[in-house]
Every structure is written in C-alpha cells, then in structure tokens.
C-alpha cells in the first residue's frame, strides 16, 4: 500500500537548528545512564511545574501510566463506580476497570464532545468515587460546574488531559485544576517523546503517595533524599518511569512548546475559515471553542451528516492521497465496556457524532498548499453530492 501524499500527522521533531533533540540525546549516551529520574526527566517536571502552576508533575512512560496511577491513587476498589464519557480512548475506562471498579459512561455535549456536566449528578450513586473529565480535542471540559459536583459531593474530579498540553480553562492549563491530571507525549500528539506521559498531583494529599507508586511501591525516592536509611515495599504500585532518553527528547520538544502550538493553531484556524460556507449551509459542522476556553490546536474535525456521507468522504481523501480517521468506537458499544462498564441515560449523541466525526491532517509544518488541497477535495465532494 502507497503512502499518503499528505498524512494524518506528523512529529514536530527539531533535527538540526531547529530543537535540541539529538543534542539531548547525545548528552545523555554520553553518561551512559540511561534509566530515569535523570537530569532531564528533572527539567521536564520542573518546566511543566512552572508553566502548568501545579505543585507536582511526575514523567511516566505513558499516559496510559499516568491514569492507572490515578486510579491507585484514587483507591478504587471492586463496586466503586467511576462516571466518565463513553467517547474518550481505552486507557480512560482500563485504568478504572483494571482496579476492579466499573466505568459508567454517559452522554457527551453536542457542541464540545466533552462528557455533559449536566448529566453528571444522576449518575452519582453511593458507589461513585471519581468524575473522568476528558478534554476532546485539546477543548476543555466545563471544569468549574465539575469541580463543584465533585466538591458537594465528596467526589475526585480526574482529568484526562492527554490531548490538552498547552490549551487553559479561565486562564488556568488543563491538567492543572482536578485533583489528578494525566498528560500525553505519544508521537501523535503535539509535544512529543514517542512514548511517554505525565501525572500532575495537584492535591498535596497525593504528592507523597504518587512518588511510591510510581517506584514500583517502594518509598525509593525518601531514600535517595536521605529521608530514611533503606527503602522497601511499602504500597502497591509498577514501574511507571520513562527512560531518560524519551525525557531528553520532551525536553527539547518542551522548549518550543509555544512555538508548535502556535504553528498547530495557525492550521487549525485556517481550516475553520475554509469550512464556514459548506457550515453555514449546514452540511458540515465544525469545532465549538467556548469563549473562556483556549484550545492547542491538537485536532480538527468535522462532522458530516451520515455515517454513509462520512465514509464516502474518508474514501474520496484516501483516492486523492490524504489521510484522514475518525475518532472513537464507543466504548459502551465496545466487547470489554459492556463487561467492564455501564451506562447511565442514553447515548445518542456520543453514537451520532462517532459515526460523523473526521479528523483531517494537522501538524506543525503542513503546508498552506496542503491545507488549500484538503480543503478543495472536501468542498468538490460536497459539490458533487
């Protein structure tokens, strides 16, 4: 099979002038000590300290770590009962489900795609421990409405902010504002290291409890600090660390952070220029941004009308050589969450806007001629139909 003339993304990696990737990378061959918690696995959590405003970030080696962590740290436990959206990536359900605890997947708002804070309360049972706030797209959820159910209601509010690195809430970063936040550096994501995450404690009550899980449940970290004179098993936990080479690459992909957001966003904004006819015709429908939201420019979609009109177009991109995917299975609908999950109310828009949503090719570097073509393919669909 051909690749794509245009792909789907592509890494934003500095190689030469540009970023410190190789450099970083050399430096730390050099020590030959490649194992982490090293220099800069030290950088990395000091710069998201800093910049994100929350008292503890901790690099894992994939977000998918960061959130099992959160369900650790949670103390979930079989028949406890997590609320989450149904439209978010496994790892959001298998971190709560591998505690032995149940997902109950709600409905998402139509205009966001992020789980309905209006739903949230009839789901609360006895059961629940948790709210899995999933931020689509680099959008944020409606945090101050979760926050406060959470609060009333002796819940943790969890966020899932594995796409919203760079993008705020009123003024304040994703990841920063529940009591556990989860990032993610994958190569498809905008600040890369191959593989990798991060956990951010943003309550002081976990900061001491994260540090042990994250070392496979022993308190090795006091005993480097020489807080104690030996370390042992003291908690449940793994091995959640990344290697200092994939901390060396998010380092320097973290130096510019600004500048691949920026480049990121500047697409994103032409797309939604482009699209405002066939949306104003109401034959497609495009991003919602609340205005007290900044968005990274991490995804951009468009929902078409039928999943028939959706698969159609995906078929008339890939003929022209761009590549284009859509955006989840439900995980109500899937095997494992009907074993695994609930749900609470219907579904229908979680089911309408999967069956309709398509992600176009964005990523720092795309050309302005590859954006004018993706677009002209699309609008010379609709023309036909």
Same mark, same amino acid.
């Given at each position: 099979m051909s690749k794509p003339s245009i792909p789907y993304h592509q890494p934003a990696l500095g190689i030469g002038h540009e970023g410190n990737e190789l450099v970083y990378l050399q430096e730390v061959l050099k020590t030959r000590q490649m194992m982490g918690d090293g220099p800069f696995t030290k950088r990395c959590h000091q710069w998201l300290e800093s910049h994100l405003q929350t008292p503890k970030a901790l690099l894992t080696h994939s977000c998918t770590a960061a959130l099992e962590m959160s369900a650790l740290l949670a103390d979930l436990r079989p028949g406890d009962e997590v609320i989450m959206p149904s439209f978010t990536f496994v790892s959001t359900a298998n971190a709560v489900a591998l505690r032995g605890a149940t997902p109950v997947f709600i409905d998402i708002r139509p205009d966001t795609l992020n789980l309905d804070e209006n739903l949230v309360e009839a789901a609360i049972n006895p059961r629940t421990k948790a709210i899995f706030a999933v931020h689509y797209a680099g959008i @944020?959820?409606?945090?101050?409405?979760?926050?406060? #159910?959470?609060?009333?209601?002796?819940?943790?509010?969890?966020?899932?902010?594995?796409?919203?690195?760079?993008?705020?809430?009123?003024?304040?970063?994703?990841?920063?504002?529940?009591?556990?936040? @989860?990032?993610?550096?994958?190569?498809?994501?905008? #600040?890369?290291?191959g593989e990798g995450g991060a956990l951010l404690v943003n309550s002081a009550h976990f900061h001491d409890r994260a540090e042990i899980i994250r070392e496979k449940g022993t308190n090795r970290r006091q005993f480097l600090r020489g807080q104690i004179d030996k370390y042992t098993w003291v908690d449940l936990g793994s091995s959640y660390l990344p290697s200092e080479l994939n901390a060396a690459v998010l380092m320097a992909q973290l130096e510019r952070a600004r500048e691949i957001t920026s480049a990121r966003v500047e697409v994103w904004n032409q797309y939604y220029a482009a699209f405002a006819d066939l949306d104003a015709q109401g034959r497609v429908k495009r991003p919602t941004v609340p205005k007290h939201c900044v968005h990274n420019g991490h995804i951009f979609y468009l929902l078409a009308g039928t999943l028939e009109e959706r698969t159609a177009l995906l078929a008339q991109l890939k003929a022209a050589g761009i590549a284009s995917v859509f955006h989840y299975i439900p995980l109500h609908s899937a095997p494992a969450g009907r074993k695994y999950g609930r749900t609470a109310g219907t579904l229908a828009h979680t089911d309408s806007c999967s069956e309709r949503l398509l992600r176009l090719p964005l990523w720092a570097g795309i050309t302005a001629g590859d954006v004018a073509r993706i677009v002209e393919v699309i609008y010379d669909f609709y023309r036909r139909r």
């Open positions: @944020s959820c409606e945090l101050d409405a979760l926050m406060d #159910i959470a609060e009333r209601r002796k819940l943790l509010l969890l966020e899932d902010a594995a796409q919203g690195l760079m993008a705020e809430y009123k003024g304040r970063a994703l990841g920063s504002i529940g009591h556990l936040g @989860s990032l993610s550096f994958h190569e498809t994501k905008n #600040i890369v290291s």
